[in-house]
C-alpha cells in the first residue's frame, strides 16, 4: 500500500469509526434514563441498582487492557466485531423475564462488550491515521460518540418505560450496525493491497519488524515511554472528574432544588458545545503544544469542580457546565494525539487499552467514594477529587518535560517525518529538533467516559462520558 492508498485508507477509516462510535453510544444512552427503573420494577433494590450500574464499568475496566493486547496481536477488526456482538448479547437478554439480579450480569456483559469494542476502535484509528492529523481525527470520534450522548437519552425518555424492551431490542440492533461502516472500509482496504511495513513508519513510530505484527506483539511489552505514560495520567484526571459526577452532580443539583427536566437540560448543555468545539480542538492539538494544551485544559475543568458546590442556584450551575466542556473537548484529542507518538507500530492496542483501564478505573474509584463524602457536606468530595487532580496535573508537567510537545512537520515528498523518542547517541543532534513521532499507519472512542469523555465508551458516565449525571 503506497503513501497516497494509505492516506486514502486514514480518510475513510475516521468517518467509519465515528459512525460507529455514535451508533454505539447512542444505543447505549438511550437505555439509561429508563434502566434503573426497569430494575426496580422487576423487584430491585437500590442496593441491586447501583450494582446493576457498577457492574458496566467493573468489566470493562478489567477487559480493556487485555483487549488492547489482543487487538495488536491479532488486529482489531476481530476485536472489535466481538466487543460489538457481546454488547448486543448483553441487550437482548435484558428481553428474557428474569429478576433483577440477573440484571447485574445482563450490564456486566454490555460493559465487557462496549470497553473492548472501544478500545479496538480507537485503536485502529492509531494504526492508521498520520500523526500529523491525528488530533483532529480524535477529537471527530469523541465529537460522534459526545452526539451520540446527547441524543440517545432523550430518544429513550420519549419511548418511555412501557417501551423498554424496544430501547434494548434497538441498542442491539445500533451494537450490531456499528461494525458495518468499519467491516465496509477495512474489505475495500485489503482488497486496494497489504498493509506494509511503511505504514507503521508513516506514524512515526518504528515499523513492525519482519515476521510481522503477531510476532511483535507476543514479545514483552516494552517500558511505557514519558508520553503515553502522561497521556495515562491525564486520563485517570479525566476519570475521577467523571466518578465525581457520576455520583455527585444529580444529587448537587436536587439540592439546589433542580427539578428532573433541569437535570436532563445539564446533559444537553454539556454535550452540545463539547460537539462544537470538538473540531478546532483537534486542530489546535495537530498545530500547538499539546502538553500545554492538555494541562491548561485540564487546570480549566478543575477550576470548575473546586467552584460548582459555591454556586448558589441551578441556572448558574447549568450555565457553568457549558464552560467546562470546553475543557475537556481541548483535553482528549491532545492527550491522545501524545498517547501513542512514542509508541511501536504494532503497540495501538495496548497504548488504548492503558488509556481507557486507566480512565474507567478511576471513574468507577470516584464514584464508589464520593458519594458518602456528599453526605458529609455537599462541597467535599468536590474539593477533595479537584486537590488529588491538581496533583496529578503537577506531575503531569513532570512526566512531560522531557516530551517533544508539538507534532513534526512532515518534510517534502510525501515522506513521514523520522521521529521517536528521543536517545543519547551519536544521532542525538539530529533528533533534537524532531519531536517524538506517533503510531500507526500514519499517526491517529472513550469511555468513556464519565462526563469528559473519559469513562467507558459508550457509557454516559459521570457527566462526561459513559455514564449516569
Request: with cysteine.
Amino acid at each position: 500500500m503506497d503513501v497516497t492508498s494509505a492516506g486514502a485508507r486514514s480518510s475513510a477509516v475516521v468517518p467509519a469509526v465515528a459512525t460507529a462510535i455514535f451508533l454505539q453510544w447512542a444505543g447505549n444512552n438511550a437505555m439509561l434514563p429508563l434502566l434503573p427503573l426497569e430494575v426496580r420494577a422487576r423487584g430491585g433494590s437500590d442496593a441491586v441498582i447501583g450494582a446493576v450500574m457498577a457492574a458496566y464499568f467493573a468489566a470493562a475496566v478489567v477487559l480493556q487492557y487485555p483487549a488492547g493486547r489482543l487487538a495488536d496481536r491479532i488486529g482489531r477488526l476481530p476485536v472489535l466485531l466481538v466487543g460489538q456482538v457481546v454488547y448486543a448479547a448483553g441487550a437482548l437478554l435484558f428481553l428474557l423475564p428474569v429478576g433483577p439480579g440477573a440484571a447485574i450480569a445482563f450490564r456486566a456483559l454490555q460493559g465487557a462488550g462496549a470497553g473492548t469494542a472501544e478500545v479496538a476502535a480507537l485503536a485502529l484509528v492509531a494504526r492508521t491515521v498520520p500523526l500529523a492529523r491525528r488530533g483532529r481525527a480524535f477529537a471527530t470520534v469523541y465529537g460522534a460518540g459526545l452526539a451520540g450522548m446527547g441524543v440517545g437519552p432523550l430518544l429513550g425518555s420519549l419511548a418511555g418505560l412501557g417501551a423498554i424492551r424496544v430501547v434494548f431490542a434497538v441498542a442491539a440492533v445500533a451494537a450490531v450496525a456499528a461494525c458495518v461502516p468499519v467491516v465496509v472500509v477495512e474489505v475495500r482496504s485489503r482488497a486496494a493491497g497489504p498493509v506494509v511495513a511503511g505504514e507503521g513508519a508513516a506514524a512515526g513510530g518504528p515499523a513492525p519488524p519482519p515476521g510481522g505484527r503477531r510476532r511483535a506483539a507476543r514479545r514483552r511489552p516494552a517500558r511505557l515511554p514519558r508520553s503515553a505514560l502522561g497521556a495515562v495520567l491525564a486520563a485517570v484526571v479525566v476519570g475521577l472528574t467523571s466518578g465525581l459526577y457520576e455520583a455527585c452532580w444529580t444529587l448537587l443539583l436536587h439540592h439546589r432544588g433542580a427539578t428532573d427536566w433541569q437535570v436532563g437540560l445539564s446533559w444537553t448543555l454539556y454535550a452540545v458545545p463539547y460537539a462544537v468545539f470538538a473540531r478546532p480542538a483537534g486542530w489546535l492539538a495537530d498545530h500547538l503544544d499539546r502538553r500545554w494544551l492538555v494541562g491548561g485544559a485540564l487546570l480549566w475543568v478543575l477550576v470548575f469542580c473546586a467552584v460548582y458546590p459555591w454556586l448558589p442556584g441551578v441556572d448558574l450551575l447549568l450555565g457553568f457546565a457549558v464552560g467546562e466542556s470546553a475543557g475537556f473537548a481541548l483535553a482528549l484529542p491532545a492527550a491522545q494525539s501524545l498517547l501513542g507518538s512514542d509508541m511501536g507500530a504494532g503497540e495501538a492496542g495496548r497504548a488504548q487499552g492503558l488509556f481507557a483501564a486507566g480512565g474507567t478505573g478511576a471513574t468507577a474509584v470516584a464514584a464508589a467514594g464520593t458519594g458518602a463524602l456528599f453526605s458529609v457536606a455537599p462541597w467535599l468530595p468536590f474539593e477533595v477529587v479537584a486537590g488529588t487532580c491538581l496533583a496529578a496535573v503537577a506531575a503531569l508537567a513532570v512526566v512531560w518535560r522531557p516530551v517533544a510537545g508539538r507534532v513534526p512537520a512532515a518534510p517534502s515528498g510525501g515522506q513521514p517525518p523520522r521521529t521517536g523518542p528521543r536517545r543519547r547517541s551519536v544521532v542525538r543532534a539530529t533528533s533534537r529538533t524532531a519531536p517524538a513521532g506517533g503510531e500507526g499507519v500514519s499517526a491517529a472512542p472513550g469511555g468513556t467516559a464519565g462526563r469528559g469523555g473519559r469513562g467507558v465508551p459508550g457509557e454516559r458516565g459521570a457527566r462526561g462520558g459513559p455514564s449516569n449525571r
